[in-house]
């Protein structure tokens, strides 16, 4: 267990709509990121936040948004589902700045899954 | 082209074999290197990272880079099969170490 939550491990829904996945880092840590796992592309980097603020973005789609709050966790919202947003998607926390390498643990993902 | 390219496998081997996973990559950019491994339905844990070129040890782990030739390797010995998993290279370059680019992962079995 390496102490990161995700809500929830599953989710379901039509395209079209609109989810938020939630992320909660261990505790001490001020850095989140969002990760993208699909078959075709593989575990992406989307976005870090780091105590409230965005640090840097990857591969985020506009129709995505992420934000950190006073409390340190995170949320990832989804908007405009397609199909091809089906996928698992990890949140990691770390506990420095991104000037140095710092381990990112992983949580356990929320499977989502666009009908 | 990716910037990081790694054998989805699978790979099968018997118990306690020595098993090697690589990686290529093509940004000399990158610094840290590091390989995950990730069971099925679960989240990437860290099993080692390496700065810049040179070999890492640790128990039946080995982590390898050479940065001449963009590539990196990790060594399992006596392989065992709780040892079956994914296993994910990933890179970041220094400056940036957030933005880690991750391999597609190799798949591995080991049969006891």
């Known amino acids: 267990d390496s102490g990161v939550t995700q809500t929830p491990k599953h989710l379901i829904t039509a395209t079209g709509q609109r989810v938020t996945l939630r992320c909660s880092p261990r505790s001490g840590d001020l850095s989140v990121y969002w990760y993208q796992q699909s078959l075709d592309q593989g575990l992406q980097f989307l976005i870090q936040y780091y105590n409230g603020e965005e640090r840097a973005k990857g591969n985020i789609l506009e129709r995505f948004s992420a934000q950190q709050f006073p409390d340190l966790h995170s949320e990832l919202n989804l908007s405009s589902l397609e199909l091809g947003d089906s996928a698992l998607y990890f949140c990691?926390?770390?506990?420095?700045?991104?000037?140095?390498?710092?381990?990112?643990?992983f949580g356990p993902g929320t499977r989502l899954t666009v009908l | 082209q990716k910037e990081v390219e790694q054998d989805p496998g699978p790979l099968s081997v018997p118990e306690g074999a020595i098993v090697s996973l690589n990686c290529t990559y093509s940004n000399s950019a990158f610094q840290y290197f590091m390989w995950y491994r990730q069971y099925s339905r679960k989240g990437p844990e860290l099993l080692m990272y390496?700065?810049?070129?040179g070999n890492k040890e640790d128990g039946r782990f080995t982590a390898q880079v050479d940065k001449s030739s963009k590539y990196i390797s990790l060594f399992i010995r006596d392989s065992q099969p709780s040892d079956s998993a994914t296993y994910l290279c990933?890179?970041?370059?220094?400056?940036?170490?957030?933005?880690?680019?991750f391999g597609s992962g190799t798949r591995l079995s080991i049969r006891p």
């Open positions: 990691a926390s770390s506990p420095r700045r991104d000037y140095q390498y710092n381990e990112q643990f």
């Open positions: 990933a890179m970041t370059p220094y400056s940036s170490a957030s933005k880690i680019i």
């Open positions: 390496t700065y810049s070129s």
